[in-house]
């Protein structure tokens, strides 16, 4: 088992490591008794677009992860790829892209890529629900 | 940045003394051990003192070592060899039973299984809360028809030391009362011979710290490997007790009484050789003492650097080298990278390096939380180690593990 350079590079000097206070939503995915657990915290804004929509977007993003230096990795890697990225677009995303952006991932690693992913989309989830049930009232 | 090696377990460097040793038997005394004219005879000459000098070690006979490419290999031949040879002579499947330990190598438990799909039936016995074989548990799992008994001497990763003289003698006495009451038997009645009984143990992480009297441990088989004790990689060899069957996995040229074909590994032989002949119990002892040292260091140093951790390895019922932590909330794969990082090598049982993601069953048979289990890392110190390197260890890691828990959402 080998790791790519770019993954021993996000693992060395992970980015958007820590924690959003006033986040605007959180996502957490993963257990201590498998050995991995991901926490994502998002800030979301809206911006208009060239042709008048509106859209939200990530402004800031921040993670926190327990597991392995694959997974600490994705968390890295995934945190930089979605800042500024549209929700509808973040929502889209696969774990696939991440391995990709990451040179690779063995074999057994794959599923860290997949927790990554779920707890990026668990926190916009949580998001677009509380945001829903704030315009209901 | 000079590097820092705490894995001895994995394996060991080549003593300078063993390669030049070894040295001649590349390029000047290259010939075929077995070839009769003076090229193999010379070749043989220098396996010949190998072997000689193994069975002072080992306190057997020269003619009872079977050379091999290392301890998977004479695991693996005393365990499927012993079971073959018993099959051939008669024995049935459906009525024999093998019994090994939660905590083999899966050199041992993997052949055992292996067994156990051809329809043998297979004990595993568990072990207590320091990694030391519950050896009542053990007895209570003999049978009629219990024909082989597997256990480690010492478990590579906790480095827990199995009570082998204890175990050897149960085995003997079975097998001594198993014989008495055959001779008892009406002899038109009774089966050509007693259900044998034999003790196998995998010594490959003994070696270096212990001295591996098979008689004084009433042992039949015994495995080790060259590259544990600071030999070459690549070979090993098997002590099998004069008298114990066995039949060969592979075939072809006849060495090794044919018990062993392949040409011989004469330079790995020869290293094998010399790198037993430094095992003496006076060499045994300095070096242990001066590694428990090391370790007490280790181990003081980590508990009072880093909170919140757990000392695995019984210190008074383990070889001196083994040390294994838990270091809740950090992971240990991601503790060893960042280790490495810093030029220092250690192992871990962490399911997350072994790609299998299973915990260790190790770990798991001893009794650890699961979730402990992953924050584990061992450190197995060398003869070659110094007390500025594990201050160095203990202050580079203290920074680790405070760094990987900040980073844990679930920690604190």
Known sequence: MQYSGKVIEHFKNPRNQGVIKDADAVGQVGNPVCGDVM??????????????????????????????????????????????????????????????????????????????????????????????????? | MKKIYLDHSATTPVDKKVMQAMAPYFSDVFGNASSIHSFGQAALKGIDKARQRIAEFLNCEPGEIIFTSGATESDNLAVKGVIKALTSKGMKTGETHVITSLVEHDAVLEPFMELEKKGFSVSHVPVLENGVIDIEKLKAKITDKTVLVSIMWVNSEIGSIMPIREIGKIVKKIREKREREWKKLNKTGRSDKPVPIYFHTDATQALNFIQCDVGRNYIDLLSFSGHKIYGPKGVGALYRREGVPLEALQRGGHQEKNFRSGTYNTTGIVGLGAAVARLDKESQDKNNKYIAGLRDKLVVGIKKNIPDTIFNTDRDNSTRSHAHFSFIGAEGEALLMRLDMEGIAVSTGSACASGSLKASHVLIAMGIDKEVSHYSIRFTLGKHNTEDEIKTVVKKLALIVKNLRQMNPVYG
Do not use: W
């Open chain 1, 39 to 137: 926490k994502i915290y998002i800030s979301v804004n809206r911006r208009q677009t060239t042709d008048g929509r509106q859209q939200d977007y990530i402004e800031n993003i921040k993670f926190e992860t327990l597991g392995c230096a694959a997974a600490i990795a994705v968390s890295s890697i995934l945190t930089d790829m979605v800042k500024g990225m549209t929700l509808d677009k973040a929502m889209k995303l696969t774990k696939d892209d991440v391995v990709k952006e990451l040179e690779g991932l063995p074999e057994a690693k794959i599923h860290c890529s997949m927790l990554g992913v779920d707890a990026l989309k668990q926190a916009i989830k949580n998001y677009r629900h509380e945001n829903n049930e704030k315009i209901q009232k």
